[in-house]
């Protein structure tokens, strides 16, 4: 029997990730699909807390691959960077019918691999690895990036808001860890100076960081950009987001991997060529 602290395994996590996007409309992006999950789980801050030897946050890992399984038997798709949909098939499929088609899935997959029923794990992580699920490269990619000096890493994320649309961007040097620098972004008519701060951290970002780094804008600004190699807890997005307040946007690990992977910085994206044969094409002959 699971225990409190143990992170519901990608299976188990596929059923409510269904649910999530119908609440949400038949589509969302990756962190309200999340948040919808950990919420209805009423996942703990030590579940949360939770990660892999690599330094990934174990629920969001699991969730990725819980969308990841819910792609191979069509229910849901990926129509753009971030944001999941469900199919015409997952409008109507129930929590049963999802379990029973990834059970079918899986016959299927050991077929065609010829495995024996023994050596087919059901929800381990180093099956998951073997997959081929693109987690891998962000795996790898955040632990560069932990690797980095931290004066290199704010050098990045200054590159990464520049090919992003920001402009005269202004460093803060003054190394009391409230704010990294501001820029101007600008979206079709409208410019905005935003605020932003980079944390090269390995641990989940609480709401005290949230809150001390909208301290630090006091005064100069009403728009923040927090970003971070982890993920943020869920009081951390509460606070974010608080009514009243502010408002700081957030990137967290996942979303800054698919940023760099966007604007090619440090990420070589390759088309491999797929060669098949047109049977019908020789029989008109």
């Not at 609440?23 to 579940?47: F, T």
Request: charged share 30%; proline share 3%.
């Amino acid at each position: 029997m699971p225990t409190e602290s143990e992170v519901p395994s990608s299976e188990k996590l596929m059923a409510p990730t269904v649910v999530a996007l119908r609440e949400l409309g038949g589509s969302g992006h990756i962190s309200d699909i999340n948040e919808r999950i950990i919420e209805a789980e009423n996942l703990s801050e030590e579940q949360l807390s939770s990660r892999m030897k690599t330094g990934v946050s174990k629920i969001e890992y699991r969730l990725a691959w819980a969308r990841t399984y819910l792609k191979y038997i069509g229910v849901v798709a990926n129509p753009s960077r971030a944001v999941w949909s469900l199919t015409e098939k997952g409008l109507a499929v129930d929590e049963k019918q999802v379990h029973y088609e990834m059970s079918n899935w899986r016959t299927a997959l050991r077929e065609r691999r010829r495995l024996p029923q023994n050596e087919q794990s059901k929800d381990s992580e180093e099956s998951e690895s073997n997959s081929g699920l693109d987690s891998e490269w962000r795996e790898a990619l955040l632990r560069r990036l932990l690797d980095m000096k931290p004066s290199s890493f704010e050098r990045l994320i200054q590159r990464l808001l520049r090919e992003a649309g920001f402009h005269n961007m202004v460093l803060d040097r003054s190394g009391d860890g409230g704010l990294d620098g501001v820029g101007v972004h600008r979206i079709s008519l409208v410019s905005s100076r935003i605020y932003f701060q980079c944390k090269r951290w390995r641990n989940p970002v609480g709401p005290k960081e949230v809150r001390d780094f909208r301290g630090a804008m006091s005064g100069r600004g009403e728009q923040g950009l927090l970003i971070s190699t982890a993920s943020f807890t869920q009081d951390a997005r509460r606070e974010a987001t608080r009514d009243g307040a502010p408002l700081v946007d957030l990137v967290d690990g996942t979303d800054l991997c698919e940023l760099l992977k966007q604007y090619g910085l440090g990420v070589k994206v390759e088309m491999v060529e797929d060669v098949s044969i047109d049977a019908a094409f020789f029989d008109q002959f």
